[in-house]
T-cell receptor, first 109, second 118 residues
Framework: GQQVMQIPQYQHVQEGEDFTTYCNSSTTLSNIQWYKQRPGGHPVFLIQLVKSGEVKKQKRLTFQFGEAKKNSSLHITATQTTDVGTYFCAGTNDYKLSFGAGTTVTVRA | EAGVAQSPRYKIIEKRQSVAFWCNPISGHATLYWYQQILGQGPKLLIQFQNNGVVDDSQLPKDRFSAERLKGVDSTLKIQPAKLEDSAVYLC????????????????FGPGTRLTVL
């Protein structure tokens, strides 16, 4: 079945630094979504990428969908304490959405 | 617009007991999902409804888990009997009309029910 892998599992970042988290699928995806889950909260939708090579930006967050539609990345610039949480990617294949295990981000002030 | 409602928020039971969770999706959302999220993992889809019909329940442990959405609105998820490994947060999510595709794949999650099985 479809598997979605995320790396790294944990990301410890100094406030103000940049980092990138990666998402890889074992199968070609029709789209990929990114969610953020704050500690103790529920996943909140951030963005959806549909087209091969698509790049979307939300303020300090840049999302990219690979050319083969099997991988994606989330890049955060100038990390802030409000970026703390777990970022999940979720890929759609054959109408089924599969979540990765997430990258948990902590920020050192 | 009201969000996805779930109850109870927390539940503690002993193994072999039964438990039920309730979900009220966003008004007008035809698609409803139940996920199981074990600590440190991503949400795992248990069952997907389109209106009151089941679209996908391939990962639902049917020997102990059941779910229904009789009138195509609210849904209940039941575990009977519970095992220790069922301890998790059970998330309900809903999506706008339509089975899939396009730009309307956004799922809106409820706050979840945290189940502890002792």
């Amino acid at each position: 079945g479809q598997q979605v892998m995320q790396i790294p599992q944990y990301q410890h970042v100094q406030e103000g630094e940049d980092f990138t988290t990666y998402c890889n699928s074992s199968t070609t995806l029709s789209n990929i979504q990114w969610y953020k889950q704050r500690p103790g909260g529920h996943p909140v939708f951030l963005i959806q990428l549909v087209k091969s090579g698509e790049v979307k930006k939300q303020k300090r967050l840049t999302f990219q969908f690979g050319e083969a539609k099997k991988n994606s990345s989330l890049h955060i610039t100038a990390t802030q304490t409000t970026d703390v949480g777990t970022y999940f990617c979720a890929g759609t294949n054959d109408y089924k959405l599969s979540f990765g295990a997430g990258t948990t981000v902590t920020v050192r002030a | 617009e009201a969000g996805v409602a779930q109850s109870p928020r927390y539940k503690i039971i002993e193994k072999r007991q039964s438990v039920a969770f309730w979900c009220n999706p966003i008004s007008g959302h035809a698609t409803l999902y139940w996920y199981q999220q074990i600590l440190g993992q991503g949400p795992k889809l248990l069952i997907q409804f389109q209106n009151n019909g089941v679209v996908d329940d391939s990962q639902l442990p049917k020997d102990r888990f059941s779910a229904e959405r009789l009138k195509g609105v609210d849904s209940t998820l039941k575990i009977q009997p519970a095992k220790l490994e069922d301890s998790a947060v059970y998330l309900c999510a809903s999506r706008r009309p339509g089975l899939a595709g396009g730009s309307t794949d956004t799922q809106y999650f409820g706050p979840g029910t945290r189940l502890t099985v002792l």
